[in-house]
């Protein structure tokens, strides 16, 4: 392991520590010849480099993706009392708007 004294880290600090980063060899850095810190190189990082896309491949489909997820008694609950109008698409979907009146 090499040795460096604070002070020349402290003059060259920037090309010590990217030295550690290229050659992955760590660096002792001592004060008095006592150890005060090591400089290691920094773990591979597990995370993806971008996140998009990160979680492709984990999701899982199970059950009916295609039915609707709920009784069509149930969206025209929703209707009652004139706060909500219904929108059917005419491939089945349905967009619930809800209206607050004015005040």
């Known amino acids: 392991m090499e040795k460096i004294a604070i ?6 600090c920037l090309a010590g520590l990217e030295r550690v980063r290229k050659t992955g060899n760590p660096v002792l850095v001592t004060r008095f010849g006592e ?3 090591e400089l290691i190189p920094p773990r591979a990082s597990k995370q993806p480099k971008h996140w998009v896309g990160s979680l492709a491949g984990t999701g899982q489909m ?8 709920s009784e069509e008694d149930d969206w025209e609950a929703l209707l009652g009392g004139n706060c909500c109008s219904i929108l059917t698409f005419g491939c089945g979907a ?3 708007a809800r ?3 004015a005040t």
């Open 35 to 37: 150890p005060m810190a």
């Open 99 to 101: 209206v607050f009146p």
């Open 7 to 12: 002070s020349k880290f402290k003059a060259t």
């Open 94 to 96: 349905r967009l619930i």
């Open 62 to 69: 199970t059950g009916d993706i295609v039915s609707p997820a």
